[in-house]
């Protein structure tokens, strides 16, 4: 019996936490317990799709830069995790290759991935007209300062001419360029009644039209160009000199930059303007860009755009870079992607051959300018249809 009535003690005791060490009922808690091991609830700060950022990857920023390093790197996930859906990777090998100064291996690589992926939305997006082209090279050739001493040798047409008279004149022109060759202009001017030799003097490249300073640009001195038509007539154009050198130039500046993006960020301008005062303290521009810029393209780069010239960037880009003086840093300023500060390093005068050369040059550059659009319009496009919750906003 004494026997029975310890096991029921000993049961109760159990039941109701009367057992050494053992917790009371009131105690005990039921449900989803938080987990004691990997990662806490409190240490996420942002979720971005499947991913997510934590406090350890924040927290190896200055508090004063943790807002700006959230945004970038929410973006940099958005990216790598577009790149592993299109399937871009990159190999040890394109990352050996790639592996300079103190950039760590996963850092390189994830750069390289983005590039990739860069490069695929701007081949996807990017198409790019003769016009673009032409207006570029027009815009470029006011920018210099190059003068020629022109003659113009012209076969003038009837306003009224029909098809018949325009072949007439065509033919004129022909036997003039032959003569040109062992004659003077004058003494073959002289021959025909719509012929007329003009000295033009001195001309700037920048003031003279369009269809003439294209085929200028690298011409020879003393040779007699194509003709060339325009509501005037026939013409044939010749340099007798040239000042500012033996080929035209184009002003160019090196530039550097930081992009805080505005589009899903209000505080873009709050962002920008602590930067600025950042780098008016005295902080390396390139330190500051690769820190905390959004331009992907040159971020990693310390903001390096390289040699930049007229027609390359949008207007507010333009303009800013152009009237910042070597050295200096600018304003904080806006343009369609969002807000900038820029520094000039250096300006020069860069040398053109010719007009091919000329055209060439102005494609590449149309097709980045429209490749950082098409970039920056793909980017907003990738944040808006992304699941992005940020969970503090002490940081």
């Known amino acids: 019996m004494m026997k029975k009535q310890l096991l029921i003690l000993a049961l109760s005791s159990g039941l109701f936490g009367v057992s050494y060490g053992q917790p009371a009922v009131s105690e005990l808690s039921f449900g989803p317990k938080q987990e004691t091991t990997g990662r806490t609830l409190d240490d996420i700060v942002a979720v971005v799709n499947n991913d997510v950022i934590t406090r350890r990857e924040i927290s190896r920023f200055a508090p004063k830069d943790r807002q700006a390093a959230l945004q970038n790197l929410i973006?940099?996930?958005?990216?790598?995790?577009?790149?592993?859906?299109?399937?871009?990777?990159?190999?040890?090998?394109?990352?050996?290759?790639?592996?300079?100064?103190?950039m760590s291996r996963q850092t390189l690589q994830d750069k390289l991935i983005i590039e990739k992926l860069q490069q695929?939305?701007?081949?996807?997006?990017?198409?790019?007209?003769?016009?673009?082209?032409?207006?570029?090279?027009?815009?470029?050739?006011?920018?210099?300062?190059?003068?020629?001493?022109?003659?113009?040798?012209?076969?003038q047409i009837p306003k009224t001419a029909d098809p018949e008279a325009l072949n007439k004149a065509q033919m004129i022109a022909q036997e003039v360029l032959g003569k040109l060759a062992k004659q003077s202009g004058q003494s073959v001017a002289a021959q025909y009644p719509s012929v007329r030799y003009n000295?033009?003097?001195w001309v700037k490249l920048s003031?003279?039209?369009?269809?003439?300073?294209?085929?200028?640009?690298?011409?020879?001195?003393?040779?007699?160009?194509?003709?060339?038509?325009?509501?005037?007539?026939?013409?044939?154009?010749?340099?007798?000199?040239?000042?500012?050198?033996?080929?035209?130039?184009?002003?160019?500046?090196?530039?550097?930059h930081i992009l805080i993006r505005d589009k899903g960020n209000p505080q873009?301008?709050?962002?920008?303007?602590?930067?600025?005062?950042?780098?008016?303290?005295?902080?390396?521009?390139?330190?500051?860009?690769?820190?905390?810029?959004?331009?992907?393209?040159?971020?990693?780069?310390?903001?390096?755009?390289?040699?930049?010239?007229?027609?390359?960037?949008?207007?507010?880009?333009?303009?800013m870079m152009f009237s910042t003086k070597t050295g200096k840093i600018s304003r904080p300023f806006k343009s369609r992607f969002g807000y900038h500060i820029l520094t000039v390093e250096k300006r020069r005068k860069a040398p053109v051959n010719n007009r091919k050369l000329l055209e060439a040059q102005a494609k590449k550059a149309i097709f980045e300018r429209r490749a950082a659009e098409e970039w920056d319009m793909w980017l907003a496009r990738l944040r808006e249809e992304a699941h992005i919750e940020i969970r503090t906003d002490k940081l």
């Open 75 to 102: 973006m940099r996930k958005l990216l790598l995790q577009a790149a592993k859906q299109h399937n871009i990777g990159v190999g040890d090998t394109a990352v050996n290759k790639a592996s300079k100064g103190k």
């Open 120 to 155: 695929q939305v701007a081949a996807s997006y990017v198409q790019i007209s003769d016009m673009e082209v032409a207006d570029m090279v027009e815009k470029q050739l006011q920018q210099s300062a190059d003068e020629v001493r022109l003659v113009d040798m012209l076969v």
């Open 199 to 201: 000295d033009l003097g």
């Open 207 to 256: 003031q003279i039209p369009a269809e003439f300073s294209k085929v200028l640009i690298g011409a020879e001195l003393n040779k007699y160009s194509s003709p060339i038509v325009d509501m005037d007539g026939i013409h044939l154009l010749k340099v007798l000199d040239r000042k500012g050198g033996a080929v035209s130039t184009i002003p160019e500046a090196k530039v550097r």
């Open 268 to 319: 873009a301008k709050q962002m920008i303007d602590k930067i600025y005062q950042q780098l008016k303290k005295g902080a390396k521009f390139s330190d500051v860009a690769q820190q905390f810029s959004q331009d992907p393209g040159s971020a990693t780069n310390g903001g390096d755009l390289g040699w930049v010239r007229p027609g390359q960037m949008v207007p507010a880009f333009e303009q």
